[in-house]
């Protein structure tokens, strides 16, 4: 069994840090109303779905499952999940990131300098939530990345929202590729996380 690691946390960082996005281009017609529609829903306080995503490195094929919930502007919840065992859950608010790995047993809090320097790619939390969303004008362009929304959806009169998410690096060092379900809005949704205390600090960087 494959176990998804602190190496998939960061492939999942740098997922969250997507560069240069494009729509799917839509040959049939009948979907041209619903990708004329803005490919973002506004006016909600909650939105949350889960989904499935393979992730493709260099060790192969790993499947994982997950849901995410994101109260706007507040926080964005993240539970990943592979054979149907919770590998890990991450909470983001503006000013800190919690995660919690419970294979390895390991967890990191604090905020969002270390991951930044780490990865060097200015993450925040704005940007995390604009990433889930879909929200495009609010995300880094990188030349390396390509970051993918399609089979947008129609969520009402003025708005769509993406089914799929595909993720990859130039260099093909990496691919993820993620299909939604269960998408809700204004629906309240679990965002708690909480530390065991058996349960050793990660530290991304080595102490100085």
Request: charged letters at 20%; aromatic letters at 12%; one cysteine or more.
């Amino acid at each position: 069994m494959k176990h998804i690691t602190i190496s998939t946390f960061l492939l999942l960082l740098l997922f969250l840090q997507a560069g240069s996005l494009s729509a799917q281009e839509v040959s049939d017609s009948s979907r041209v109303v619903i990708d004329t529609l803005p490919p973002l829903a506004t006016g909600y306080d909650w939105i949350s779905y889960r989904g499935k995503a393979d992730l493709v490195d260099t060790g192969g094929t790993r499947t994982c499952n997950f849901f995410m919930v994101n109260r706007k502007d507040s926080i964005l919840y993240l539970n990943v999940q592979a054979y149907s065992v919770e590998v890990m859950r991450i909470v983001f608010t503006p000013d800190s990131v919690t995660y919690v790995n419970k294979l390895t047993y390991q967890y990191y809090k604090g905020g969002y300098a270390q991951l930044r320097l780490l990865t060097g790619l200015p993450i925040s939390f704005q940007m995390i939530q604009a990433l889930f969303n879909g929200d495009t004008d609010k995300l880094p362009q990188r030349q390396k990345l390509v970051f993918e929304y399609r089979d947008f959806e129609r969520v009402d009169s003025t708005s769509s929202f993406f089914r799929e998410i595909h993720f990859k690096d130039l260099d093909h060092l990496f691919e993820i590729h993620a299909r939604l379900k269960s998408l809700k809005f204004n629906v309240p949704g679990p965002t708690s996380i909480r530390i065991p205390e058996r349960f050793q600090e990660l530290n991304f960087l080595p102490k100085q």
